[in-house]
T-cell receptor, first 114, second 114 residues
């Protein structure tokens, strides 16, 4: 079955450590996205990529980095510069479709930094 | 910059009744795409319905329908015959271009009461 896989589901790190969240899709989608969700809040865009080897900052990119070396993969690194990294992180993808294809989401990664 | 507003943080509805969730957005674009997503307690994001701005006809999907008022920049979601499984967070979202970034509203928490 096609879909988006985020791993791990739960991740724990010590403050000051960088951590990388995995996102893989086998939907052959062009665009991929990373969102952050805090309790009781909506989704805020961290980074997005419309094509391999290219990506754009979203609204809250500070303290995060991404790469898009392969179409299927869009890993997110939460660096020690991110002041408040504990959150739920959602990866999504979409196909380039003139009808405005919706986002397909992974199941998310819950990151806890102590 | 585009913004999406959902003015109802929480709502409740009796089972089998109808409820309407509000969404307004701000954009200077003439053509764009609008979406409603549902996030149940499992936190999996699920597409409920989508609307292309150049289409006058309101989108419908079974018990879900929208009231799209382009001039007023309003995109409300109506859920008919509410079911317990409709209990979830509902997010309104805006996309300017195909594969462009998707902006989400803060969400409305809907509870369906038996």
């Amino acid at each position: 079955d096609g879909g988006i896989t985020q791993s791990p589901k739960y991740l724990f790190r010590k403050e000051g450590q960088n951590v990388t969240l995995s996102c893989e899709q086998n939907l052959n989608h062009d665009a991929m996205y990373w969102y952050r969700q805090d309790p009781g809040q909506g989704l805020r865009l961290i980074y997005y990529s419309q094509i391999v080897n290219d990506f754009q900052k979203g609204d809250i990119a500070e303290g995060y980095s991404v790469s898009r070396e392969k179409k299927e993969s869009f890993p997110l690194t939460v660096t020690s510069a991110q002041k408040n990294p504990t959150a739920f992180y959602l990866c999504a993808s979409s196909i380039e479709d003139i009808s405005g294809s919706p986002l397909h989401f992974g199941n998310g990664t819950r990151l806890t930094v102590t | 910059a585009q913004t999406v507003t959902q003015s109802q943080p929480e709502m409740s509805v009796q089972e089998a009744e109808t409820v309407t969730l509000s969404c307004t957005y701000d954009t200077s674009e003439n053509n764009y795409y609008l979406f409603w997503y549902k996030q149940p307690p499992s936190r999996q994001m699920i597409l409920v319905i989508r609307q292309e701005a150049y289409k006058q006809q309101n989108a419908t999907e079974n018990r879900f329908s929208v009231n799209f008022q382009k001039a007023a920049k309003s995109f409300s979601l109506k859920i008919s015959d509410s079911q317990l499984g409709d209990t979830a967070m509902y997010f309104c979202a805006f996309m300017k271009h195909v594969s462009d970034k998707v902006i989400f509203g803060p969400g409305t928490s809907l509870s369906v009461i038996p």
